[in-house]
């Protein structure tokens, strides 16, 4: 990530990463026992608790909907967090913003023989409830829902010299009924 700074805002730029700095370090809070108090800056605090994801998509991504075909608006925003769980509440709440019918695509859910080296695995172990509820932070989650215009970033590396690499954000513009390994 990159942080842009417009030359009025240097000071203002030069205090808010040394906060940030200090807070990753410890210093801020007072003593740090694995829980202290941190006072956030206002202008950085989300005050309605009670729909706190819907008004970070508001305060981040104001005007989503209308500049969803341009890219400069994306190269300037972010959410940024640390669980899966909500991250797909992130994407899902986003999504419902979109106009126009989803597509849904699922994963494949059983197992394959070819990488076993034991013959005798009992696959009821493995049925497919459990392995489209296995959510390891290297690999998709079973069911993909998409919609035209909504932006997806690739999490692995497709084509580098095409510029299809891990972390690329791209624009769905075309949504068909089934996807093909070839």
């Not at 990159?2 to 808010?16: D, G, K, M, Y």
């Not at 200090?22 to 206002?42: A, S």
């Not at 640390?82 to 979109?98: A, G, M």
Request: net charge negative.
């Amino acid at each position: 990530m990159r942080l842009s700074v417009l030359a009025s805002n240097i000071q203002e730029t030069i205090t808010f990463a040394k906060w940030i700095l200090d807070i990753g370090e410890g210093k801020v809070g007072g003593l740090n026992d694995g829980e202290t108090i941190i006072n956030i800056l206002d202008d950085l605090l989300i005050v309605d608790s009670t729909y706190s994801i819907d008004s970070l998509i508001k305060f981040v991504c104001p005007s989503i909907v209308e500049n969803a075909k341009n890219p400069i608006y994306f190269q300037e925003r972010a959410i940024l967090t640390t669980k899966n769980e909500v991250v797909q509440e992130i994407n899902e709440r986003l999504l419902k913003l979109f106009p126009g019918a989803q597509q849904e695509y699922l994963s494949s859910d059983s197992l394959s023989r070819a990488y076993f080296v034991h013959d005798n695995i009992d696959e009821t172990l493995y049925s497919p409830d459990i392995l489209n509820g296995i959510r390891p932070s290297s690999i998709p989650i079973h069911k993909l829902v998409l919609k035209v215009d909504v932006l997806v970033m690739l999490v692995r590396n497709i084509d580098q010299k095409s510029g299809l690499c891990n972390q690329t954000r791209l624009r769905i513009n075309y949504i068909g009924q089934t996807c093909y390994k070839s």
